[in-house]
């Protein structure tokens, strides 16, 4: 995530103008000229300068002081990635984490408190896959809300479970709607090397995109072919029980996905040793090599 994405910004700039030429332009022969054309502009000039710059210019102020000393105690304390980082890369990550908590809902369910550390992990988590590709965004997909436990799956996501032999831990609704567990949420930066993080996982589904498919929205046209034949290789492989992933990627390749995610940043020593191929094509996604 840019702060301030000036080519964005510009190509923005740019679309908006030639959009009010092309609806005003026509009308300069003929009579009702002198209401369409600023009308046109009118709207036009809002647009840009009341809905999409406003966006950017509270980024730029949120990247001069994106985190306080608490905030940084409290990743530096749960979060052993950000802990590891560099002081330039930790900036980086803070901005990104400021940036996605001033832009995205996050509540609470049935009772629990979103405290300022819930909001922490909650964005560590999503920002771990976005940090290394400051040209991608996440959009507006609806508000994160925080469940206190499991929840059922037959479509009214009560988070009473009696009875329910596999309740869910995370979910990203068809809607745009995020759900995670919190106790799970807390326990994957608590343990943070057993291929399990609910953050990730429901994180990597947004990136998937809106029909999720276990190809990403943001994959490189060059890098469709060669991560589809890793992805049907190592999805035959764990329907085989011969993949390192757990039998959950097995169920589709959306899952697939979301599963290889989990393994990639939280077992990327296990990956890169029994599924090369694998970590090569998410490392080349991410830019990263963890
Ligand atoms: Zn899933």
Same mark, same amino acid.
């Given at each position: 995530?840019?702060?301030?994405?000036?080519?964005?910004?510009?190509?923005?700039?740019?679309?908006?103008?030639?959009?009010?030429?092309?609806? +005003?332009? #026509?009308?300069?022969?003929? $009579?009702?000229?002198?209401?369409?054309?600023?009308?046109?502009?009118?709207?036009?000039? &809002?647009?840009?300068?009341?809905? /999409?710059?406003?966006?950017?210019?509270?980024?730029?102020?949120?990247?001069?002081? #994106?985190?306080? !000393?608490?905030?940084?105690?409290?990743?530096?304390?749960?979060?052993? /990635?950000?802990?590891?980082?560099?002081?330039?890369?930790?900036?980086?990550?803070?901005?990104?984490?400021?940036?996605?908590? @001033?832009?995205?809902?996050?509540?609470?369910?049935?009772?629990?408190?979103?405290?300022?550390?819930?909001?922490?992990?909650? @964005?560590?988590? $999503?920002?771990?896959?976005?940090?290394?590709?400051?040209?991608?965004?996440?959009?507006?997909?609806?508000?994160?809300?925080?469940?206190?436990?499991?929840?059922?799956?037959?479509?009214?996501?009560?988070?009473?479970?009696?009875?329910?032999?596999?309740?869910?831990?995370?979910?990203?609704?068809?809607?745009?709607?995020?759900?995670?567990?919190?106790?799970?949420?807390? +326990?994957?930066?608590?343990? &943070?090397?057993?291929?399990?993080?609910?953050?990730?996982?429901?994180?990597?589904?947004?990136?998937?995109?809106? &029909?999720?498919?276990?190809?990403?929205?943001?994959?490189?046209?060059?890098?469709?072919?060669?991560?589809?034949?890793?992805?049907?290789?190592?999805?035959?492989?764990?329907?085989?029980?011969?993949?390192?992933?757990? +039998?959950? @990627?097995?169920? !589709?390749?959306?899952?697939?996905? @979301?599963?290889?995610?989990? $393994?990639?940043?939280?077992?990327? !020593?296990?990956?890169?040793?029994?599924?090369?191929?694998?970590? $090569?094509?998410?490392?080349?996604? /991410?830019?990263?090599?963890?």
């Amino acid at each position: 995530m840019e702060p301030f994405p000036r080519r964005r910004i510009l190509g923005r700039l740019r679309l908006t103008v030639l959009v009010c030429l092309l609806l +005003s332009v #026509p009308f300069l022969w003929q $009579a009702r000229a002198p209401i369409v054309a600023p009308v046109v502009w009118i709207l036009g000039t &809002g647009y840009f300068l009341g809905l /999409f710059l406003p966006r950017y210019l509270r980024r730029r102020r949120l990247a001069r002081i #994106p985190l306080s !000393d608490a905030d940084r105690e409290i990743l530096e304390r749960r979060v052993s /990635f950000y802990a590891a980082l560099s002081d330039a890369d930790r900036a980086e990550y803070g901005t990104d984490v400021a940036i996605f908590l @001033a832009e995205h809902r996050i509540e609470g369910v049935d009772g629990v408190e979103v405290t300022r550390e819930v909001r922490l992990l909650v @964005a560590a988590s $999503a920002v771990r896959l976005v940090f290394r590709r400051p040209d991608w965004e996440y959009g507006d997909f609806g508000t994160i809300l925080i469940y206190p436990g499991g929840f059922r799956t037959d479509g009214t996501y009560s988070t009473d479970i009696a009875g329910e032999s596999d309740p869910a831990i995370g979910l990203v609704h068809s809607g745009g709607n995020v759900i995670l567990s919190l106790p799970h949420l807390q +326990s994957a930066f608590r343990t &943070g090397n057993d291929g399990l993080n609910v953050g990730y996982h429901e994180f990597a589904h947004v990136l998937d995109g809106t &029909g999720p498919d276990g190809i990403p929205d943001a994959l490189d046209l060059g890098a469709y072919r060669p991560w589809v034949e890793v992805m049907q290789r190592e999805f035959e492989k764990v329907h085989k029980g011969r993949s390192l992933l757990r +039998s959950y @990627a097995g169920t !589709d390749p959306a899952e697939f996905f @979301a599963c290889a995610v989990e $393994a990639f940043f939280e077992q990327p !020593d296990k990956v890169r040793e029994k599924a090369p191929d694998l970590y $090569a094509q998410l490392s080349r996604f /991410f830019n990263q090599r963890p």
